[in-house]
């Protein structure tokens, strides 16, 4: 190695000496409280006031929510593990049993956390039926009827 | 050595070091998936296969980190540096793969094209704990992949080493985009501080590996010889000169290899014209200085390297008075024959011409 490389080295080095430790401990004290995973989550949007109705599966909590007065609905996705499939897909199905093939696509959770997505109005409070599809393995993983 | 490129030249050597490598790395990525299976048994393999090549790919770089200054400071470790491109070279695949299935997993499930959802799925700059971590791991790997098609000769010789080198130091950027990658990524959710630690000792050895041995190098270059006559600069006594050995001595620009052998001192530059490896921590074999790093050969009586082969190092003028070893800073051109020292032992004196 030529002198000016030998100095350029012990430089960069020194650098690091700074830069590493800093960026790590920023990032350990940015360790969020609750353990959550939003890999790909689109930004959160709050929690819509009226819970209607709430489905308790293991490993996930999933909840339907709604304005007061009835006009905007909202799927509460709560992942309370981390999935076994890494992405998967949540659809819309007109009724319990149907397959994905005419489904509506609702969106995508990844990991531990909360998931919130929006629904269209439903003209009956109980008429949600949802598919949770794994996309890589083309397997259905469950279903969540309201 | 150089007198025409060609592809990888197989020596018994390399054929050696990269089954070790490959052994290696099958038998980390089996154990992994085998301990996950067991410990974890519902993670896809898909998950499996994109956390076994991440920790390799991580694993792998820090040694390869680690084998420059290891050099440096113990000459046993020089073997590893012989292949070191190897690694680099293996580093970068298992990191691609980690990459290719990453973005299959995350980003190849929607209309937007793979790599524009990349970085437009999260534009989170601004937060730490949100940070778009996998673009620092697309530019690492980047980087990696421009070292990586770059690692042959042929490149060095047409991009010349100035250029090559530079290429080949963005290891160290590409080395603080991937602790970021990690600590900004998985660590964010999977945040048990063992992982934390074992980064942290990690980066904290490899940072105190490379500033001992730099630190070491720049103190050999701060040594001042203050005897100076007719332009000669007294350096050391003949005697701490092993036989077929060199010292090494840094004067005004770069340091100067003075080899013993024969019952002669030479002295020629210490950087070999391969890679810049250090001629004076080789030794004589078959006549010639052989640097320790990838075998370059060169005559010490002219600095050429024996023909075919066409490489040639400045020399300098060596004398000897007394037992002391006296050496001139001012460099004849590349390949200029002068004739060195010779060691004259007479009634425990030794006396020079030159």
């Avoid at chain 2, 050099?71 to 070279?89: E, S, T």
């Amino acid at each position: 190695m030529i002198k000016a490389l030998r100095k350029k080295h012990l430089q960069v080095w020194t650098l690091l000496a700074i830069l590493l430790p800093v960026g790590i401990i920023a990032a350990a004290i940015a360790l969020p409280e609750q353990q959550y995973d939003k890999l790909l989550q689109p930004a959160s949007t709050g929690a819509l006031p009226v819970l209607v109705k709430i489905n308790e599966m293991a490993g996930y909590t999933v909840s339907l929510r709604s304005s007061q007065d009835k006009t905007s609905w909202q799927l509460e996705w709560n992942n309370k593990s981390t999935l076994t499939s890494p992405s998967a897909l949540i659809y819309q199905v007109d009724k319990s049993g149907d397959d994905i093939s005419n489904a509506l696509l609702i969106g995508r959770i990844d990991g531990k956390g909360v998931f919130r997505f929006g629904l269209r109005n439903s003209a009956n409070d109980a008429a949600y039926h949802f598919v949770l599809y794994d996309i890589i393995h083309h397997r259905q993983i469950n279903t969540v009827d309201f | 050595m150089g007198a025409s490129y060609a592809a990888v030249g197989w020596n018994r050597q390399k054929k050696i070091y990269d089954w070790l490598i490959f052994g290696f790395c099958v038998l980390y990525l089996a154990t992994f998936i085998v301990l996950t299976a067991v410990s974890n048994p519902d993670y896809t393999f898909e998950t499996v296969l994109v956390r076994s090549t991440s920790t390799l790919a991580l694993l792998l770089l820090h040694i390869i980190l680690s084998i420059g200054p290891l050099a440096r400071i113990n000459n046993k470790f020089l073997p590893l540096l012989y292949n070191r491109r190897h690694l680099g070279v293996t580093m970068f695949f298992v990191g691609m793969v980690h990459g290719a299935f990453g973005i299959l997993q995350f980003h190849s499930l929607g209309n937007v094209n793979p790599f524009v959802s990349l970085f437009t799925s999260n534009t989170h700059y601004g937060s730490l704990a949100d940070f778009p971590f996998q673009a620092l791991g697309f530019f690492a790997l980047l980087i990696f992949f421009l070292m990586a098609i770059t690692s042959h000769d042929f490149w060095l010789h047409n991009l010349t080493p100035k250029v090559w080198k530079t290429l080949h130091m963005f290891v160290y950027a590409a080395y603080f985009f991937i602790i970021m990658h990690v600590m900004l990524g998985v660590i964010q959710y999977e945040t048990n501080p063992v992982f934390i630690i074992i980064l942290a000792i990690g980066s904290v050895t490899l940072i105190t590996l490379h500033l001992i041995a730099g630190t070491k190098e720049v103190k050999k270059d701060s040594i001042k010889y203050t005897l100076e006559k007719q332009g000669f600069v007294r350096v050391c006594s003949v005697n701490e000169i092993e036989e077929d050995r060199a010292k090494m001595f840094c004067l005004e620009k770069e340091r100067i290899a003075v080899y013993k052998t024969n019952g002669k001192l030479f002295a020629v530059n210490n950087v070999c014209k391969h890679q810049n490896g250090p001629l004076g921590e080789g030794k004589i074999i078959d006549g010639c200085i052989t640097c320790p790093w990838h075998g370059y050969q060169y005559l010490p009586q002219n600095g050429q390297s024996p023909p075919p082969f066409k490489e040639k190092v400045s020399t300098y003028d060596v004398r000897i008075e007394g037992s002391e070893v006296w050496l001139n800073p001012k460099a004849y051109a590349e390949g200029t024959e002068r004739p060195g020292a010779v060691i004259v032992i007479e009634s425990n004196k030794a006396n020079v011409e030159i």
